[in-house]
């Protein structure tokens, strides 16, 4: 039976860094989902699961022939598919016995392995890429397709446990649905980390991946969902009593320390009198300032205990920002000519483009893998040259590509929004990081110390507030590698960008949210839009 366990397990970066603390888990024959914010250490413990990684402290137990698909899927562009799915060696033996080889290493390669192409064009065709063949350089392929080939190639060695980490990352809807039919017809362990709440709703449970460790939930996005908000609500509910319990010992202490202040009042006076002897006198106010003592002690001990508690219950808050930029300067008024292309033919594709955007449009490019959806946003933005046609952009423009490499590392947050916005005055954008969750000395932290979601948000920061400030938004599968509150925050921004929008996506839930409901299909040769 194959399984998969972690005991107490815990790994720091090189820099000392704690990005996973105790985390134990039992996992037997299975679907099983794992969700968190970016950063939380998701593809790390994927990678420890996997054996990349050694972990500091703790136990990985695997039973049984384990596969790893991560997230960056990279080949050498020149390897053939027949490579990349480990059958080269043993399909060319078998040629040399085709054409007559008597050679014993060339049977040796081969094995038992006769039917070798028959069942590698099998997996292919099982994820959708029956059209491939097998000496197809890999370079030559789309992300989504080199994706499925490295999937096929796992396939093949009939692992009894599988990892998964974001494996729709690229996949038009056609990839995703052969995907989602491998997830349902493994028969072993799959643990995959994902934010496609279709490919969640496949699992038989979720796991939430955080600083306080992972917690386990039912089957469906939906009830996972609905059992997150009902925590977060208990959560906030314990803030609310964790506060008036710290306003109630405050209170306790003030009205202690004014009854104990009237009683110092009291016996000063009485010994000021001259009504008793000086050593009763003394005896007594000796005796009264170790009671205060212990009495405040008691108070302070309380108030500290009630701090204590809604520090634990803040820290139990989910994180959430809302972010409300002011944009005006990207306004593009209703009629306005934004962009034009006419006839354009991007490089590596056989499209034939015709497009008017005027005003404030929004525009969705869906399509299948490899089809020239990114060649033809490289076009729009001007960092390609069409092969033929013509391509007018007549409004400033910013894209965010797949990689969402805009920031700085060495750079704070302000540093790298100002090296994009030279003319904007600090104070400014400071204001606008703010509304971003940057605020006070938040805008100081270098990039590289940032959270995932930290990190997310300030490229969102770098992307809207550029200057000259853009009108024109092209993004790149931007919803790739992001985890549910990193697309939430996305819809928000774009909610408050006043611009024109082009988006290539095959992120269906995300383009409804967002309100991408034009849509140009990239499926044919010649387009026109609209």
Known sequence: MPSLSTTDLVWRTPEGVTVLDGITLALGPGRHGLLGRNGCGKSTLLRLLAGELAPVSGTVRVQGRLAWLPQDVAHDPVRPVADVLGVAATLAALRAIEAGSTDQADFDAVGDDWDVEER?????????????????????LSGGEAVLVSLSALLL????????????????????????????DFGGVILAVSHDRDLLDLMDGLGELSGRGLRWYGPGFEAYR???????????????????????????????????????????????????????????????????GRTRGVHLARLDEARDTLDEARDALPERVRIRLDLPDTVVPTGRQVLTLTGVRPRHTSLDVTLDMRGPERLALTGPNGVGKTSLL???????????????????????????????DDRTVLENVLAVAPQAAPQAIREQLA????????????????????????T??????????????????????LDLDAIAAL???????????????????????????????????VLRWP
Request: glycine share 8%; hydrophobic share 40%; charged share 25%.
């Open 435 to 458: 509304t971003l969750g940057f605020r006070g000395r938040g805008v100081e932290q270098p990039v590289r110390t940032l959270s995932g979601g930290e990190r997310w948000r300030a």
């Open 226 to 292: 609905e059992a997150v908000a009902a925590q977060a609500a208990s959560a906030e509910q314990l803030v609310v009593q964790a506060r008036a319990e710290v306003r109630r010992q405050r209170r306790e202490l003030a009205a202690a320390e004014t009854r104990q202040a009237r009683s110092d009042r009291k016996g000063r006076q009485e010994i000021a009198s001259g009504s008793m002897p000086k050593i009763i006198a003394h005896a007594m106010r000796n005796a009264a300032e170790k009671t205060a």
């Open 491 to 525: 819809i928000q921004a774009l909610e408050c960008y006043r611009g024109a929008l082009i988006v290539v996506s095959h992120d269906e839930r995300f383009l409804a949210e967002a309100h991408l409901d034009d849509r140009l299909d990239v499926t044919t040769g």
């Open 120 to 140: 590698a064009r099998a997996g292919l065709d099982g994820l959708g890429l029956g059209g491939l063949t097998l000496d197809r350089p890999v370079g030559t």
């Open 157 to 184: 060695r009939h692992p009894d446990i599988l990892l998964l980490d974001e494996p729709t990352n690229n996949l038009d809807r056609s990839a995703r649905a052969h995907l989602y039919g491998a997830v349902r």
């Open 378 to 408: 490289r076009v729009i933005a001007g960092v390609d040259a069409p092969l033929s046609g013509h391509a007018e952009l007549r409004v400033p423009v910013r894209t965010l590509p797949q990689s969402l490499r805009l920031l700085r």
């Open 460 to 481: 969102l920061g770098a992307l809207l507030l550029a200057t000259p400030a853009p009108q024109l938004l092209l993004l790149d599968e931007p919803t790739n590698n």
